[in-house]
């Protein structure tokens, strides 16, 4: 079975075209980062009926995820690259719907991809009990679920004990992605996040979506203007519109060719 490593800012996965038949297994297996290749999971690229392709995503402890910011960014890369496409603009199917993708291309490769994440939703900020004490966070919704916290240092962020404890809080039934959000100046924020199903990852484009769309609301980030995240693995771009679509720009890179054996 032949896999391609990817990253988007850190934010790594294993590709494949087609439809595998257990990505679940396969995740755990291969994600795993002494025992088998490292990533943060699985992604299966495959045609689509509504869009140009279809991407699933599996985490590494092999639950689905619904969307993922950084993933959908390799994914373009993945196609243009590999010569399933000519096109530099796509829709890609997702469980979170259709994203809209423009590639930039240097050389004849994807190396940067601007992502139409659709319509955030961001709810009023609401104070939750946890066994490490109270903590207020916004709710924020980019297709899948975000908790985010604004707190004074990002560097400190209490992603193991608070992060993994906001991701199966009851008020979350489905659990939720935990974003430690730092303000560094207006339009520019740092961002730390524990992933659901996935745990501490280097970055999250739609936790950088979600906190951008919740600094909005708060005040601290302008509607309409590129507001830079800053990530463990660097940065994005995000745009939030006046009509709450978000637009994502960063990065995509290959890193290896694997062939493995099947699950």
């Known amino acids: 079975m032949h896999l391609t490593k990817m990253h988007g800012l850190g934010n790594d996965y294993l590709y494949y075209f087609g439809e595998m038949k257990n990505p679940e297994a396969v995740s755990i297996k291969y994600s795993e980062r002494h025992f088998g290749i490292g990533s943060d999971g699985v992604i299966t690229i495959s045609p689509s009926k509504v869009a140009d392709f279809k991407m699933r995503i599996f985490n590494a402890d092999g639950s689905e995820a619904m969307m993922c910011g950084n993933g959908v960014r390799c994914v373009g890369k993945y196609v243009y690259d590999k010569g399933y496409t000519d096109k530099t603009e796509l829709a890609i199917e997702t469980l979170s719907g259709i994203k809209y993708l423009s590639l930039k291309t240097c050389g004849g490769k994807v190396n940067e991809v601007t992502v139409n994440m659709g319509e955030v939703a961001v709810s009023e900020p609401v104070e939750l009990d946890t066994t490490y004490g109270k903590v207020t966070v916004t709710p924020v919704s980019v297709g899948n679920p975000h908790a985010v916290s604004f707190i004074e240092n990002a560097e ?55 906190s951008a769309a919740a600094a909005v609301a708060a005040g601290y980030c302008d509607a309409d203007k590129d507001i830079i995240v800053q990530l463990d693995g660097g940065n994005l771009k995000i745009k939030v519109q006046s009509d709450n679509i978000v637009m994502m720009t960063g990065p995509a890179e290959t890193v290896s060719e694997c062939e493995v054996e099947e699950v």
Request: proline share 4%; with cysteine.
């Open 156 to 210: 400190e962020a209490p992603l193991t004990t608070l992060g993994k404890a906001l991701e199966h809080h009851s008020f979350f039934p489905n659990g939720v992605n935990a974003e430690f959000v730092q303000v560094i100046e207006r339009n520019v924020l740092r961002m730390r996040v524990w992933e659901r199903g996935s745990g501490i990852t280097m970055a999250c484009g739609t936790g950088a979506c979600a």
